[in-house]
């Protein structure tokens, strides 16, 4: 019998079935993969410089003790494919501003900052904003941040149905190129923090996809202070086999031709899925569902054995639950934050290659 998180799960990845069936992926991209198959690791995931364009817009009336700021600066991304650089700088053109929002106290900000990764198909995280984000402002002691990923929210070109629409698809240029600009933005947003604004200490944390994304941050130099995924991993060519969810990406490859066995070769030289943390398991504090049906249980511990059995802290219930253990989450991230050392430069994982 179902738990009732899988059921809930399961009704929200038949719901997503209705909506990704409108319509599939429209180009077929497997033929301009070869920058991205087995790519080293600084040329999918260059090093970026402090932006100097970051344009700050504080809100005219403000209440409590917080404030927050909306942040604009141009997108340093470069896409691999020659081809896609036309959609990128074409249709796609709203994704060449990055968007984000930083919360702080209403009389400055502090050493300390946690950046915020939303999930995939959100039009913008206003919930987490109204409710999760100020707690880990208040409870963990630090300023917090938020960015829009590509395809999302003001990001979404007007083409899209929905919001993130082309984020996952079977057009696999597309998803790269989304991955690493998303990666490239919270990356150029941390290099700012610090170099411009001065902080001393960096995390990232991240929900589904987002939770992902702060995973492959902890895999480039150099990584956040410390990580707090929640509810992902970077399993990708196995999720499209497996989860509900991304039942049409996994349909439009089989329509291009790309049996299942070609899947798992293709994701394999795509890399995500073998990426290696530089950040120390110590560093780390993941946080799974025990019945997630999107981002099983399974390839969580297999990816936590891979990555040397960082913490973890697993929560009840599936990836639609998720809220119901909000509390448990904020109580284990403040533990985990408050018995960190002191901010300084992160140590590398013993393991750690790149």
Known sequence: MLTIGEAVDRAVGFASILLHGLRGAHENT???L???????LETVFP????????RRRRPRIAFGPRITETLRWTSQHVPLCPHYRT????????NLRVTGRWIHPREGQRRRALIYVHGWLEPGPFVEEAVMLPRFHDELGVDVLHVQLPFHGSRNPKSALFHGEFFWSADLVRTMEAVRQSVLDVRTLMAWLREVQGYEEIGVTGISLGGGLTMALACVDPPPDYILPIIGHLKLGEAVEEAPILWRMRSDLERFGI???QRTELFRRLGLGTLKPKLAPERQLWFPA????YITAALVKQQWEEWGRPPIEWIPGGHMTFPLSLGQ???KAKAFHDALPPPGRVSASPGSSG
């Open 329 to 331: 989450v904020i109580a």
């Open 87 to 94: 959609r990128h700088a074409g249709e796609y053109r709203r």
């Open 290 to 293: 025990t019945d997630d049906v």
């Open 30 to 32: 497997l033929g301009d």
């Open 47 to 54: 090093r970026p410089v402090a932006p100097r364009d970051v």
């Open 259 to 261: 049996d299942r066995a």
């Open 34 to 40: 070869g920058p991205y198959l087995d790519a080293p």
